[in-house]
């Protein structure tokens, strides 16, 4: 029986190296190229993705079933590269990819058990195994194990073999490869370790589930000692180092690599970087399918750098903890960008990331009160020519055409009741809602729809179907869709649609810069794992409006900031700019401002529905905690940073008088028209906001 045994692995191992059995690996699929004569080709590992803040530290992490991070040979330490070959193959550096002896030594003993037993494997065959065949143990799948560890050996050099085989082994609890391997078991890189961790990750080569030094020290403190022995029989270590690896203690807990960056991290850049993966999935130079960006993100070794500055949410997070504790019936989010370009600095979404996934900033839906009256200012000075010293009615109530009402007309009233004639600017620091419903008129609704659009503003409309008929959903209520901003609402204009803090904050920034509006952005560039850069975001903003209504809306705006209802916001030195927002019933609060350098958005209201929003017994509005917040961020994150006055607008003309045509409002049937414009279109009820 030994002769036939001998005979038989003799033609076998024979066969492989002289390709005489090629044919048995016809069926490997996109493993081997269709010409079995052909070069082997071997699949991109997958590799762990991170994500960076601004300054370059780490911030995520991101990986499937596989955690592992490629390094280079050049890396990887001599003593693991000499322990690892002198325990899985010493003879690597002399054979073609089959190890005869070894082979002829396993196939006795499988042939006399009538299985396969033992291995006899080379790093190669075994590298071959991983990544083409499997583990399925049978006479047929060693053969082409063997024929192809032969082919592979004539097509790439033995240091990269051996690269991509220490890139490759498996040594439990998710990490793959020796990189992976030291930082789960030892909370460092594989180029720092020395010959007791070499020793452990060795040893886990053949079996990581027994000999897991965690779960199972006894048997991993054998597992090692006979791993140090064999090497000191080999003359690989001295006897002192024998000594010194058995000697060592073996890990006790665990480093994973956390899938969303370290513990002692701050909440939000879980929110930011949960962000920031949904737009890497959604990116299409990662990928022109789903799966295929899942690849990339997932397995694809990325490094994607981001606008997150750590400071900025460490200051951020601190002013929204000043809201009072109401045992989750009010929440509070705030998002904060680049007043020159968009980049996203600080998001807080959320207290809790890790029980709350929901980020109210980036996604939740609020109706942004008075808040909205920033666009109506805007289309009034850019497209009615407009100034500040204009005088407008602010009488309240103030009726509009709807013929969709019952009465005909849509009424809505003053937070504060009564109202009277007075300048664009004064009526702003009031924040009169008959006021900006008027001027909204005679600047046009289509026009400050448009440009709220322009600016990035997206809401909530009835879907419809290519009719136009609305679309009712299984609940029996009309399905709702992200859309542009609508131009026959009538209270659109102070804020009845549904927005996005972060959204408010980026449109905000456009008139710090000029009335250029950069979209709110995550992501700066995306490269792979050798630096070749993917994506990089494009600097380029969209001019929305000129340079002097930006200017002369940053006039009024300061205005209310100094004096009006957004005083509580005001900063020591900085100038500052900003408008506060109260819904109906009080249910969603905001302020939103900017600096030459930040604008920022604050929402306080219901995670769930509608509520009255009651802090410390006292009724909300955007003046109060909003307010306070907002200036609880900015103040000490300009505190280190030098003053920057905003840049003056061009003088204006005298003020005149405002009107257009109405026969429904009283205050503008009394006097006569000195301007006029069409009245409003029709459009479904909606509820009136509250004022400050």
């Known amino acids: 029986m030994r002769f036939v045994a001998v005979t038989l692995v003799g033609s076998v191992v024979t066969a492989a190296a002289f390709g005489g059995v090629i044919a048995s690996v016809s069926g490997l699929g996109g493993a081997v190229s269709s010409d079995d004569q052909g070069p082997i080709v071997l699949s991109p590992l997958a590799t762990r993705s991170y994500i960076y803040d601004a300054q370059g530290g780490q911030m995520a992490v991101l990986y499937a079933d596989e955690d592992r991070e490629e390094v280079p040979l050049k890396k990887v330490p001599q003593l693991l590269q000499d322990a690892v070959l002198g325990i899985e193959d010493r003879n690597f550096y002399v054979h073609e990819g089959v190890n005869i002896r070894s082979a002829f030594r396993a196939l006795f003993s499988n042939f006399e058990a009538g299985d396969i037993e033992q291995g006899g494997s080379t790093i190669t ?7 083409l065949l499997g583990t399925e143990q049978t006479l047929d799948r060693k053969v082409k194990e063997a024929v192809l560890a032969v082919r592979l050996e004539d097509q790439m050099p033995k240091k990269k073999i051996l690269e991509r085989y220490l890139n490759t082994v498996y040594l439990g609890h998710g990490a793959y490869g020796v990189q992976a391997g030291s930082e789960t078991y030892f909370g460092r890189p594989v180029e720092e370790i020395g010959w007791p961790e070499a020793a452990l990750l060795t040893a886990l080569i053949r079996n990581p589930v027994p000999y897991d030094p965690i779960e199972y020290p006894d048997l991993a403190r054998e597992r090692r000692a006979l791993v140090a022995r064999t090497l000191r029989d080999q003359g690989v270590i001295t006897e002192s180092e024998q000594k010194w690896i058995n000697a060592a203690p073996l890990p006790t807990e665990l480093h994973a690599t956390a899938k969303t960056g370290p513990s002692d991290q701050l909440v939000g850049a879980n ?14 130079v990662l990928g022109a399918t789903a799966q295929a960006r899942y690849d990339s993100v997932f397995k694809g ?11 900025a949410q460490q200051l951020a997070e601190a002013a929204v903890a000043k809201l009072p504790d109401t045992k989750g019936k009010f929440a509070a989010a705030l998002a904060t960008v680049d007043s020159a370009t968009g980049a996203v600095r600080a998001v807080v979404g959320g207290t809790d990331f890790a029980t709350q996934k929901f980020n109210y ?3 939740g839906w609020r109706q942004p009160g008075s808040a909205f009256k920033f666009f109506t200012l805007m289309a009034a000075f850019e497209y009615a020519g ?17 013929p969709g009402a019952p009465k005909g007309y849509y009424e809505a009233k003053n937070s504060g009741g009564g109202g009277k004639s007075a300048s664009i600017d004064r009526q702003t620091l009031s924040s ?7 001027l909204a008129q005679v600047a046009g609704l289509d026009k400050v729809a448009a440009l709220a659009t322009a600016m990035g503003i997206t809401t909530l409309n009835f879907a419809k179907d290519e009719g136009g008929e609305l679309l009712i959903g299984a609940d029996g209520t009309n399905e709702l869709v992200e859309g542009p901003v609508p131009s026959d609402i009538l209270s659109m204009p102070i804020g009845s ?11 905000y920034a456009a008139a710090a810069n000029d009335g250029v509006f950069h979209p709110a952005y995550y992501i700066e560039k995306v490269t792979d794992s050798k630096g070749k850069v993917l994506y990089q975001h494009d600097p380029a903003g969209t001019r929305v409006v000129s340079v002097q209504t930006a200017r002369l809306v940053t006039e009024v705006l300061a205005h209310n900031v100094r004096s009006g209802t957004g005083k509580a916001a005001r900063l020591e030195d900085q100038p500052a700019a900003g408008k506060t927002g109260t819904t109906q019933d009080n249910a969603d609060v905001w302020f939103v401002g900017y600096t030459p350098r930040l604008s920022t958005a604050v929402w306080i209201g219901a995670p769930e529905g509608r509520a009255r929003v009651v802090l410390k017994g006292v009724t909300q509005f955007g003046a109060k905690y909003p307010a306070q917040i907002w200036k609880s961020f900015m103040a000490p994150y300009h505190e280190r940073l030098p003053a920057v006055e905003f840049a003056e607008p061009e003088s204006t003309r005298r003020g005149k008088s405002l009107k257009y045509t109405n026969k429904y409002d009283r205050a503008v049937r009394r006097r006569p028209t000195t301007t006029t414009v069409a009245g409003a279109p029709p459009a479904p009820p909606a509820p009136a906001p509250g004022g400050n």
């Open 125 to 131: 065959q075994q590298l071959i195994k991983n990544a």
């Open 271 to 284: 929110y930011f970087s949960e962000t920031v993966k949904q737009q890497l999935l959604d990116l299409p």
């Open 301 to 311: 070794g990325l490094r994607v750098t981001t606008t997150y500055d750590p400071a």
């Open 361 to 363: 900033a980036t996604q």
């Open 386 to 402: 407009a100034v500040p010293k204009d005088v407008i009615s602010g009488a309240s109530p103030c009726r509009f055409p709807d």
């Open 432 to 438: 009169s809602n008959c006021a900006f419903l008027r």
């Open 497 to 507: 649609k549904e927005v996005h803090p972060v959204s408010m904050a980026a449109a």
